[in-house]
């Protein structure tokens, strides 16, 4: 059983997307729905919902207001919203789901099943915690990347990472100061996420970080400030170079 709580100003949004969980989403589930975020805060007082899909552009308290009033409730959280690149960067470094309006009924089912499969994840909160802190910086570059991993959730700032490696559907981040870690995420994933800091694909394998980039030798290896050696791809040798002269 998923309890859902559908918060969003349009009725006709809210409806719709009623609709399609019933009609789409093969789980049992008990729907309730808000047209604000002070009445989803009322009904929460005897309706606890595992999932809440929530607006973000809302008069007068907005998604993140919402998540910032509802801090002490326990549910995974879904973003509905129109196209905000600040809005959706700051929700995808924090590790959370979003689905863009109108919602698409493939979209909407893989982001229940993920749902699903994160239900018993007690770092959750935390995730929420760490978009709220995120969307609090001025600057995107401040925000901190939320990793989870079968050991917990753990949040580290870009500089913090010095090169990520592809391992099929995985990828493993090697750190400057903590030990490396595997998360279940494709490279290509945060070679979007984390292009804007400083990062860059040099091979199918292998997303590094420019600070710590010490020389290229001649072979066309790539020398990491701790000695690992990494292999540039001849097909991005051009772009990788003429980027790192840049830094």
């Known amino acids: ?4 709580l559908i918060v969003d100003d349009e009725a006709a949004a809210g409806n719709i997307l009623k609709v399609l969980i019933e009609k789409h989403i093969a789980v049992k589930t008990e729907i309730r729905y808000c047209n604000t975020a002070k009445d989803a805060l009322e009904l929460m007082k005897t309706f606890s919902p595992t999932l809440v899909m929530l607006d973000i552009e809302m008069p007068n308290m907005n998604g993140f207001d919402f998540l910032n009033m509802a801090s002490d409730s326990h549910f ?14 700051a929700i995808r470094f924090s590790a959370l789901d979003y689905l863009l309006k109108p919602v698409d009924i493939l979209e909407l089912q893989n982001a229940v099943n993920r749902h699903i499969i ?3 994840n007690l770092g959750q909160q935390l995730l929420v915690s760490n978009l709220i802190a995120n969307l609090q910086q001025k600057d995107p570059h401040n925000f901190k990347l939320a990793l989870s991993t079968t050991e917990g959730v753990f949040f580290y700032e ?6 990520c490696e592809g391992e099929n559907n995985y990828t493993r981040f090697t750190f400057t100061k903590h030990k490396p870690m595997i998360v279940s995420k494709t490279l290509g994933e945060y070679e979007e996420l984390l292009a804007e800091h400083g990062f860059i694909r040099i091979h199918k394998s292998y997303l590094v970080n420019t600070k710590y ?12 400030s701790d000695g690992k050696q990494l292999a540039i791809s ?11 002269k840049q830094h």
């Open 1 to 4: 059983m998923i309890k859902i």
């Open 76 to 89: 995974d959280v879904i973003f509905i919203t129109a196209y905000d690149q600040y809005a959706i960067k």
């Open 118 to 120: 994160k239900q018993q």
């Open 158 to 163: 870009p500089l913090d990472i010095l090169y």
């Open 213 to 224: 980039v010490a020389k290229i030798d001649r072979e066309g290896l790539v020398q990491m």
């Open 234 to 244: 001849k097909r991005r040798k051009e772009i990788v170079m003429n980027t790192l």
